[in-house]
């Protein structure tokens, strides 16, 4: 294969996420020593741990992101991929050897979001596109898979001769479907002349707490950015019923949306200097065991109000995680995309997010797992769950257990 040949054809894919809002119900709770159980939950889960724990480790600083958009996009190339490109994607993804039965589950969530939306408690859309070059051969049984499994639409649009038109179509698309949250998910220059097919995914969630925090108990509060530094922040508070649970070295806290279908867990280390700790300690495994551990309790509950923006390029973050041939024009095999698939490889994967946690509601996404050891019940007085210095979060859905968002906040006054 010449080298012009395989410059021809580059793959974008495009990972959007959107903000949430929100607010906070109270349940509590203290940890029992429960051994996992659901393992179809904790394959879900690996995927969105994995990609957490190598994302935190290249920054220090707050992060956001949406494991359920970065997934949803990387199967779609699934049903193209074929050979070593499809076995590394699936692997990545944690996905069964039956690759029909995946994408079979992926379009059952699909159907469960929408009866989530159906009740009206909440508002959570997603949306896939395809982006070919005009005139670009893709194939009729992938083209049937996206379609019946991901619901994507295909719109033709001209690299090649309209790059610039192309970009704004898609940016255009995505903010339409993220309601004006995600804007310029494509900056200039990461799609050219050689551009051949640009997948896209987008979600949006917006909710309210099934119990909101008071305004006028709002105050502004220091926030340990680290052991002696610290910013002021709006701290919002209340004592209420929530789902809770303790060991020696971390408190979860959950956080139901209107609805009681989505939920956000705020996962705090005991200790101010102990993130770190807690982001290496996690697993699938463990992260079962806190959430079945949880229990209703009054619990006073400070959490700061914060907003998150992040754009992140996952390519290396990607091959990091063993998903190497599909970036690779050498290696990569799409032949069940198109019949031209020599010359198609993933050229950029992007992902952008935004999140906005307030009074009334919030949007967030967490992983967490330690060490622990038991702690003894203590029927009083009420815990107090003081988000003071930096803490992961995450917003799942519940049937599925499906972690759509997820992040760390370092320092909320930082956006």
């Excluded at 607010?23 to 690996?46: F, H, L, Q, Y």
């Excluded at 990387?74 to 074929?82: E, F, R, V």
């Excluded at 996962?267 to 949880?294: D, G």
């Amino acid at each position: 294969m010449s080298i012009s040949n395989i410059l021809r054809t580059i793959l974008i894919l495009l990972l959007f996420i959107p903000v949430f809002a929100c607010s906070v119900p109270a349940k509590t709770g203290k940890v029992e020593n429960r051994s996992s159980t659901a393992i179809k939950k904790a394959d879900k889960t690996a995927f969105s741990l994995n990609l957490y724990r190598t994302l935190s480790k290249n920054t220090e600083s707050n992060l956001f992101f949406s494991p359920y958009s970065i997934s949803a996009a990387l199967s779609m190339t699934i049903a193209g991929a074929a050979g070593e490109t499809e076995r590394q994607i699936a692997s990545l993804l944690q996905a069964p050897e039956n690759i029909a039965a995946y994408h079979t589950a992926q379009a059952a969530f699909e159907k469960n979001i929408d009866s989530i939306t159906a009740k009206g408690a909440v508002t959570l859309e997603t949306a896939n596109s395809l982006w070919p070059q005009e005139g670009y051969v893709l194939s009729n049984s992938f083209l049937h898979d996206l379609k019946q499994y991901y619901r994507s639409t295909v719109t033709s649009v001209d690299y090649t001769k309209n790059t610039e038109t192309a970009r704004e179509t898609i940016n255009t698309w995505v903010e339409k479907k993220t309601r004006d949250k995600i804007k310029e998910l494509l900056k200039p220059g990461i799609l050219n002349s050689l551009t051949r097919l640009t997948l896209v995914n987008a979600i949006y969630f917006k909710g309210d707490w099934t119990n909101s925090f008071d305004k006028s108990t709002t105050t502004e509060s220091s926030f340990f950015v680290k052991q002696d530094t610290t910013v002021t922040v709006s701290m919002m508070h209340q004592e209420q019923q929530f789902k809770y649970a303790s060991t020696d070295s971390l408190q979860i806290l959950e956080l139901p949306y209107s609805g009681n279908d989505l939920s956000m867990l705020v996962l705090l280390p005991v200790e101010k200097n102990r993130i770190s700790m807690l982001e290496n300690s996690i697993t699938p495994e463990l992260l079962n065991t806190l959430t079945n551990s949880l229990k209703e309790t009054t619990v006073n509950v400070f959490l700061p109000k914060f907003t998150l923006t992040s754009t992140l390029r996952l390519d290396q973050t990607l091959r990091t995680l063993g998903m190497t041939d599909a970036f690779d024009p050498m290696k990569a095999d799409f032949s069940n995309m198109t019949p031209d698939s020599d010359n198609l490889f993933i050229g950029a994967v992007v992902h952008k997010a935004f999140i906005d946690v307030n009074e009334e509601g919030t949007e967030a996404a967490a992983a967490t797992g330690v060490v622990m050891q038991l702690t003894s019940a203590m029927p009083e007085p009420a815990p107090v769950f003081r988000a003071d210095h930096p803490f992961v979060f995450m917003i799942r859905e519940n049937r599925f257990g499906t972690i759509l968002f997820m992040g760390r906040v370092v320092d909320p006054s930082h956006h």
